[in-house]
Structures are given as structure tokens and as C-alpha cells.
């Protein structure tokens, strides 16, 4: 069965950088692609950008534009998310979700999501 | 500010029939499918609505999706308590250059 599974919760401080893992099985990592969508507490969804597994393209929200890396490791079936200079409300959930990486795909699975937690 | 406008509570008593619009513009659900997710409190969201209207396996006929214009809806008919959740909408932006959008949510209360 496919499963997305993400590393663990981090406290990190303003300024520092994150890096959130997301481990694929159950199905070809290179035949889909892979999103990150976070959502801070009690707030909505909010994308931020995607990753083709076959050829490594990436997209990004212009909101984290600059600040944002998605990178993948074919070999390990692994997704990675990295974001810079952290501040108070970078403070949130964030998930990593399959789609097949076809415009309008629907995102069918999720990651449990990671807890980052941004704290002086 | 969320490019998709969804209200952001709806309820109804058990057994009733419950919709949840979704509204946007010519460049997101005007020229792409629909998508809607179910988050129960504390997890993570669920595929619950596809294509617009299509339901992947496991999820009841209650729910429903439609589409029209520059709108959609999500429908619930025969609520039950455990349809109690968050239920947000989804598709892709072609203004910038294809990008995922996500409604604001709306927070479904059964009485």
C-alpha cells in the first residue's frame, strides 16, 4: 500500500533553516510527482511547491520563492523539503502529498505531516 | 486571503443535506477540475472529491462535487457525525504559470 512517511518534529529558531524528509513506498517513485503543503495552527492549507519524481523539475509558490528547495533521491524514494531563514510564522504542519504529476492531479496521498515549531 | 473563497462555517443536524461552495475565477476553477479534502481534527487531509466530481474508492456516494462557471460545491447528503471536519477545495491556477490553490476551508458542524 503506498505510504508517505515524514521525519520528525523540529524546534528550530528564527533564522535557522529546516529540512523535512518524506519516504515513499508502496508504489514507483518516479512515475509521480511529490507537493509540500503546510498549515499553520488553525489556519488553511497552503501549497508551496512540488517536485516531478522522474526528471527532478520543481515548481514553487512565489510566496516561498527564494527561500524554498525541493529536492528528491531516487534511489531512496525520498522527498526533501528546505527552507531558509525561518521566522515566527514559519511555525506550522507540514505534509507532503503524491499526485501523478499531470496538471489539475488530485493530491490522493499524504504524508503524516511534520511538526516545525519556530521558537527563540 | 485565499485565492479560493469557501465559507468558512456550514451545519446541519444529522440526516439533513448540506452544501459548501467554493468560488474562484476564469484562471483556476474557470479552466481546471476540482478537487475537495476532508481533514479531520488533527490529521492529515483526506482526498474526498477528484476531477470535480469523481470519488476515489472507500468514499460514500453522500458526497458529491459540481461544478459551474468559476464555482463549485461540494455536497453531503445524509449527514452523519462523523462527516464533522474541515472540508477544503483545491485546483490549479494557470495565472502563474500552474500552481495549486487551496480554499480558505470551511469548518462543518453536525448539530
Known amino acids: 500500500q503506498v505510504q508517505l512517511v515524514q521525519s520528525g518534529a523540529e524546534l528550530k529558531e528564527p533564522g535557522a533553516s529546516m529540512k523535512v524528509s518524506c519516504k515513499a513506498s508502496?508504489?514507483?517513485?518516479?512515475?509521480?510527482?511529490m507537493h509540500w503543503v503546510r498549515q499553520a495552527p488553525g489556519q488553511r492549507l497552503e501549497w508551496m511547491g512540488w517536485?516531478?519524481?522522474?526528471?527532478?523539475?520543481?515548481k514553487y509558490s512565489q510566496k516561498f520563492q527564494g527561500r524554498v528547495t525541493i529536492s528528491r533521491d531516487t534511489s531512496a524514494s525520498t522527498a526533501y523539503m528546505f527552507l531558509r531563514s525561518l521566522t515566527f510564522e514559519d511555525t506550522a504542519v507540514y505534509y507532503c502529498?503524491?499526485?501523478?504529476?499531470?496538471?489539475?492531479?488530485?493530491?490522493?496521498?499524504w504524508g503524516q505531516g511534520t511538526l516545525v515549531t519556530v521558537s527563540s | 486571503q485565499s485565492v479560493l473563497t469557501q465559507p468558512p462555517s456550514a451545519s446541519g443536524t444529522p440526516g439533513q443535506r448540506v452544501t459548501i461552495s467554493c468560488s474562484g475565477s476564469?484562471?483556476?476553477?474557470?479552466?481546471?477540475?476540482v478537487t475537495w479534502y476532508q481533514q479531520l481534527p488533527g490529521t492529515a487531509p483526506k482526498l474526498l472529491i477528484y476531477?470535480?466530481?469523481q470519488r476515489p474508492s472507500g468514499v460514500p456516494d453522500r458526497f458529491s462535487g459540481s461544478k459551474s462557471g468559476t464555482s463549485a460545491s461540494l455536497a453531503i447528503s445524509g449527514l452523519q457525525s462523523e462527516d464533522e471536519a474541515e472540508y477544503y477545495c483545491?485546483?490549479?491556477?494557470?495565472?502563474?504559470?500552474?500552481?495549486?490553490?487551496f480554499g480558505g476551508g470551511t469548518k462543518l458542524t453536525v448539530l
Open positions: 502529498a503524491r499526485d501523478v504529476g499531470l496538471p489539475g492531479s488530485p493530491l490522493d496521498y
Open positions: 476564469m484562471s483556476n476553477i474557470g479552466s481546471n477540475t
Open positions: 483545491a485546483t490549479w491556477d494557470d495565472s502563474l504559470n500552474g500552481i495549486v490553490v
Open positions: 476531477t470535480t466530481n
Open positions: 517536485i516531478i519524481g522522474g526528471n527532478g523539475n520543481t
Open positions: 508502496g508504489y514507483t517513485f518516479t512515475h509521480f510527482a
